[in-house]
C-alpha cells in the first residue's frame, strides 16, 4: 500500500499543468494541472525508487512497464512511456454500460502487458517514480493515454493495524482520515475480470 502511493510514472513523464507539460519531478504541490474534473491543484506528491535486482515477496517493486509510442494510436503515446506498478489506465467498453452503468473503469497498466506494445521491464539503472494526488481523485492525460491520480481505495480501511494506518495518514498533512481521501471517480478493476465481463 505504501509502495502504491508512490509508484506510478518514472521520471521524465510529463503531466499537462496550466503552464504546459512538467517533468513529473518538477511539479510542486499546488501547481496547477488537467485533470477529467477540470483543472486542480496538486495536493500530494510521492517518490520511492525502482532498484534493480531487490526482490522482495512483499514488494511489487520488481517490474515496470514500457509502453511503446504509439501503442494505442498516434501519438498516444508520442514517445515510449515507462510507468511503476500502482499505474492504471481507464478502459472503455460500450458493453460496460449496460453492466455497469458507465463504460469506463480503470485497470493496472501491467495488465494490458503484450509483450509488444506494452511490454514488462526490468530496467539495470535504479528508477525514480512518482504519483500525486490532487483534490478531488480524477483521471490525467499522459502521452495521450487517460491514467489515475493517487487515491488508497479500499485498502486504508482494510488496515488492522491502528499504528500502521496512522503512519500511512502521516504521510500526507492534508489528510486526517481515509474519508478526506474522497470519493473515487471510477470504478476499478482488473483486466481479467473486465474480459470475463465483457463476454458474458
Known amino acids: 500500500m505504501f509502495e502504491e502511493a508512490c509508484s506510478a510514472f518514472a521520471r521524465g513523464t510529463l503531466i499537462q499543468t496550466a503552464r504546459g507539460p512538467i517533468a513529473i519531478e518538477d511539479l510542486l504541490p499546488g501547481d496547477y494541472i488537467e485533470t477529467s474534473r477540470g483543472v486542480q491543484s496538486v495536493t ?10 531487490v526482490r522482495s515477496e512483499r514488494s511489487a517493486l520488481d517490474t515496470l512497464t ?9 501519438g498516444r503515446p508520442g514517445s515510449d512511456l515507462l ?4 499505474a492504471r489506465m481507464v478502459v472503455k467498453n460500450a458493453k460496460l454500460r449496460s453492466l455497469l452503468g458507465k463504460d469506463s473503469v480503470m485497470v493496472p497498466v501491467s495488465d494490458e502487458a503484450d509483450w509488444d506494445r506494452i511490454v514488462p521491464v526490468k530496467p539495470g539503472g535504479a528508477v525514480q517514480l512518482y504519483h500525486l494526488m490532487v483534490q478531488r481523485h480524477a483521471t490525467i492525460r ?7 491520480t493517487y487515491h488508497p481505495g479500499t485498502a486504508l480501511s482494510a488496515l488492522s493495524s491502528e499504528n500502521m494506518r496512522a503512519l500511512f495518514l502521516s504521510m500526507f ?24 465481463l465483457i463476454e458474458l
Do not use: K
Not at 514500457?66 to 498516434?74: H, L
Not at 510507468?83 to 500502482?86: E, M, T, V, Y
Open 173 to 196: 498533512e492534508n489528510i486526517e482520515g481515509l474519508q478526506d481521501f474522497g470519493e473515487l471517480s471510477m470504478m476499478r478493476s482488473t483486466r481479467e475480470a473486465l474480459d470475463q
Open 44 to 53: 500530494w506528491i510521492g517518490s520511492t525508487t525502482y532498484v534493480p535486482g
Open 142 to 148: 499522459v502521452g495521450g493515454i487517460e491514467m489515475e
Open 66 to 74: 514500457r509502453v511503446t509510442a504509439e501503442a494505442y494510436g498516434v
Open 83 to 86: 510507468l511503476g506498478p500502482a
